[in-house]
C-alpha cells in the first residue's frame, strides 16, 4: 500500500510539474525554425502558394525573441525582421515590434497567439497556434467598411444593438514544421 501511495505520487507530481511547464511554454516552447509552405485562399479557392518560415529565437533580452518571418524563395527580399516583445506574461500580452515604428499588440490566449488590426481600411486578424509538432499560421483578412447593419431595433421591449458585419475576402494559412 506504501509503495503504491509513493508510486501515485511520483505520478502526480510528474503530472502536474508537465501542466505547469504547459502554461509557461510559450514562447520558450516556440521556438526554432519553422517551415512550410503558406496557402493563400479567396471565395474561388486557393488562390496561391509560397514557401514561408518563421523563426522565433532567443535574442539578448529575456523579453524579446526574434519573430522573423520570410516569405519565398527570395529569402532576402522576403525577409520580415520582426521580434515578438513579452510585455506581461502572466495577462498574456505581448507584441510584435516591426522595427519600424509599429508595434502590434498580441495577446497569448489558452494555446493560441493572437493579434488583430487595421491597415489601409483592412482588418486582420493573426493565429498562431502548436498542434503536436506543428505550428499552424493563419491571417484572415477583408475590407473594415462592414458590409451590413442589422439590429439597431426595439423588439419585444428589447433595444437591440446595431451589429456590423465585416467581409471576409482572404485567409491564408501555413502548416509550419521545425527545420
Not at 514562447?27 to 519553422?34: E, H, R, S
Amino acid at each position: 500500500m506504501n509503495r503504491l501511495l509513493i508510486f501515485l505520487g511520483i505520478i502526480f507530481f510528474c503530472f502536474t510539474n508537465l501542466l505547469a511547464q504547459d502554461t509557461l511554454a510559450f514562447p520558450q516552447a516556440w521556438k526554432g525554425i519553422w517551415k512550410g509552405d503558406l496557402e493563400i485562399h479567396t471565395a474561388k479557392g486557393l488562390a496561391q502558394t509560397v514557401p514561408m518560415e518563421l523563426h522565433i529565437l532567443p535574442t539578448d533580452s529575456t523579453h524579446r525573441f526574434t519573430w522573423t518571418i520570410i516569405y519565398g524563395e527570395d529569402k532576402v527580399a522576403g525577409k520580415r525582421p520582426y521580434e515578438l516583445v513579452v510585455l506581461d506574461a502572466e495577462k498574456g500580452r505581448y507584441a510584435i515590434d516591426e522595427k519600424n515604428s509599429i508595434q502590434l499588440e498580441a495577446y497569448f490566449i489558452k494555446d493560441k497567439f493572437f493579434s488583430r488590426f487595421e491597415v489601409m481600411g483592412t482588418l486582420l486578424l493573426t493565429s498562431e497556434q502548436m498542434i503536436g509538432d506543428e505550428l499552424i499560421f493563419e491571417i484572415v483578412a477583408g475590407k473594415m467598411e462592414p458590409i451590413s447593419v442589422t439590429g439597431n431595433e426595439v423588439v419585444s421591449g428589447d433595444t437591440i444593438p446595431p451589429v456590423k458585419a465585416f467581409p471576409i475576402n482572404v485567409m491564408q494559412r501555413a502548416i509550419l514544421k521545425r527545420a
